[in-house]
């Protein structure tokens, strides 16, 4: 029988302009973006030079020190331009699409029906990276043998896109994707479903896994407080974690042996005149869109949601992990005399403001953090919104001070940047946890290697 969790600390960030059940008009795209940067701790090695046509599905650049992980192309078409940022740090990679769609077909590979192979074919194609590995929130190595994979099918950040709508279809290949992943742990696969979710009753042969229902707030949708509440992670162990809006890019991989990142997009945000779902592949440029389905000029792009996502301002192209833009207003206007002011349609953790009364359904939250950086002081306020069972100030004072011991005694293992969002979110001091959590996620990896 499965389990279900309820999950009381945490907080839903409530802003207006999230994306209705329908389908928008078709966005024209013509080029696409690959990101090295979008991947932790990637040193990418380049396999194209600028000028060169590729295929859909041909390999672009590939991992350095891992050379079986390839990072291939979402579209066919030509490299038009390479991007390099100080000591020729590989930042972007751009190309242009030729419409044609050309796509490497991987048949060879999958005839073969052993881990190896699909490990060989999901490498081969650039699928590989949708599977990600905890600690350290980085590329799982092809190599590890994890033990258990986790897999989240709903999504508990603002504005985040509904999964019942986005996987109504594809059916097949997550059951094909699914299937395929558990001939790659030793361990558990274990399906993660919102409370009365309807996403559960698809998938086949459901005893081969374990089904968890999670209740409550953000980040009630998060793989790092599922793995706390179901099998914490220890010292020396992997666990593999994937989005289930990725399961049917590996499926369809296995089924049709084409590389196709292909999905339903949700654009929210209270800048969008229209929220709703499109469909677009990783990298694709939403410039045409910005044109004219957003309100004015002032405002931020974002891929993914508004805690944990990039600012994509400048380049408006979608990340490779992001099923989600957020547009929401800059917050470079100054509001005179604000502090004194009733603050019906402001949002706030404490009972700051009127709307702590009248509670209204959502708020045009934008990007201004009301305050500057001030002394770190312990608060309270992480544990709030925090379910883990750890001490999340306590762990960030410890990376500050670089006390690597302490690190591990406060559970450092569990955490990546996103299950800090929150915290980030309502400290008073203004304080860049999630940069800070990185730094000693990268501290705690080079002294382990």
Not at 43 to 57: D, W, Y
Request: net charge negative; charged share 25%; glycine share 6%.
């Amino acid at each position: 029988m499965a389990e279900e969790y309820k999950i009381k600390q945490g907080l839903n960030v409530k802003i207006s302009g999230k994306a209705e059940i329908l389908m928008g008009d078709d966005i024209v795209v013509n080029y696409y973006s690959m990101r090295p940067i979008d991947f932790v701790g990637l040193i990418p090695k380049l396999l194209k030079k600028e000028g060169e046509a590729v295929k859909r599905g041909e390999p672009v650049y590939c991992d350095k020190y891992n050379t079986e992980i390839k990072f291939t192309s979402p579209v066919s078409g030509q490299i038009t331009n390479i991007l390099r940022g100080e000591k020729r740090k590989l930042l972007e990679i751009i190309i242009q699409s030729d419409n044609e769609d050309n796509a490497i077909n991987f048949e060879d590979i999958i005839s073969v029906n052993s881990p190896e192979s699909l490990k060989s074919l999901l490498t081969i194609s650039g699928v590989w990276p949708f599977i990600k590995q905890r600690p350290y929130g980085i590329i799982a190595n092809p190599n590890d043998i994890s033990r258990d994979i986790f897999i989240s099918f709903f999504d508990s950040a603002p504005l985040s896109c509904d999964f019942e709508f986005v996987l109504k279809d594809k059916t097949v290949e997550i059951n094909a994707a699914l299937k395929a992943l558990k001939t790659l742990t030793k361990g558990k696969v274990y399906l993660n479903f919102k409370k009365n979710s309807k996403l559960a009753d698809v998938i086949d042969n459901v005893n081969d896994y374990v089904v968890s229902f999670f209740d409550g707030p953000h980040p009630s949708g998060l793989a790092g407080t599922h793995i706390n509440k179901i099998k914490p992670i220890n010292k020396n162990e992997i666990v593999w974690t994937v989005n289930a809006t990725d399961l049917p890019i590996i499926g369809n991989l296995l089924l049709n042996a084409e590389y196709n990142t292909e999905r339903l997009i949700a654009i929210a945000g209270p800048e969008v005149k229209h929220p709703c779902y499109y469909n677009l592949k990783s990298g694709a440029d939403i410039s045409e869109f910005l044109k004219t389905g957003v309100n004015g000029d002032n405002y931020r792009v974002i891929s993914g949601n508004v805690l944990t996502g990039t600012n994509i301002s400048a380049n408006p192209c979608l990340g490779f992990y992001d099923n989600l833009i957020s547009i929401i207003p800059e917050g470079n206007k100054y509001e005179m005399f604000g502090w004194m002011q009733p603050g019906f349609k402001k949002f706030s953790i404490n009972r700051a403001f009127a709307s702590k009364i009248i509670h209204p359904k959502s708020f045009e939250i934008n990007t201004n953090y009301h305050g500057g950086n001030r002394a770190y002081v312990v608060t309270g306020e992480y544990e709030k919104v925090c379910p883990l069972d750890i001490l999340p100030q306590l762990l960030i004072k410890a990376i500050m001070a670089g006390d690597i011991e302490k690190m591990e005694n406060l559970g450092i293992y569990e955490v990546i940047e996103e299950d800090f969002a929150l915290c980030e979110f309502v400290c008073t001091s203004k304080t860049d946890v999630q940069t800070i959590l990185r730094e000693g996620l990268d501290i705690i990896r080079k002294e382990m290697s």
